[in-house]
């Protein structure tokens, strides 16, 4: 197992990390933005109001994207296992 190998297996890994979590950040960002922008204009500094929102966001997002993302993680983990023998020398 080459140093270029296991760079390029943890280069794929994180590239892999990002674009999985991708979705459910991205939408509990842009939800706790907004709500930030609601409790700025009426002065409501309520701890539940800006955390039950983006729950119920993420669990949407992961009931959506959860089957791709599964898939995805998956097909990586297979590639990996079958990628076992090669790097027994």
């Known amino acids: 197992m080459s140093p270029q190998f296991v760079l390029t297996m943890g ?3 994180l590239t892999l990390l990002l674009m999985v979590s991708a979705p459910v950040l991205i ?3 842009v ?3 907004v709500i930030s922008i609601f409790q700025a204009i009426t002065q409501i500094h309520e701890a539940t109001l800006s955390f039950v929102p983006k ?5 949407l ?9 599964l898939t995805t993680l998956v097909d990586y983990i297979r590639r990996m296992i079958m990628a076992i023998p090669t790097l027994v020398q």
């Open 61 to 69: 997002v992961l009931a959506i994207a959860g089957p791709w993302m």
């Open 55 to 59: 729950l119920v966001a993420a669990m």
């Open 31 to 33: 939800v706790g933005l």
């Open 27 to 29: 939408v509990v960002m």
């Open 11 to 13: 280069q794929e890994a």
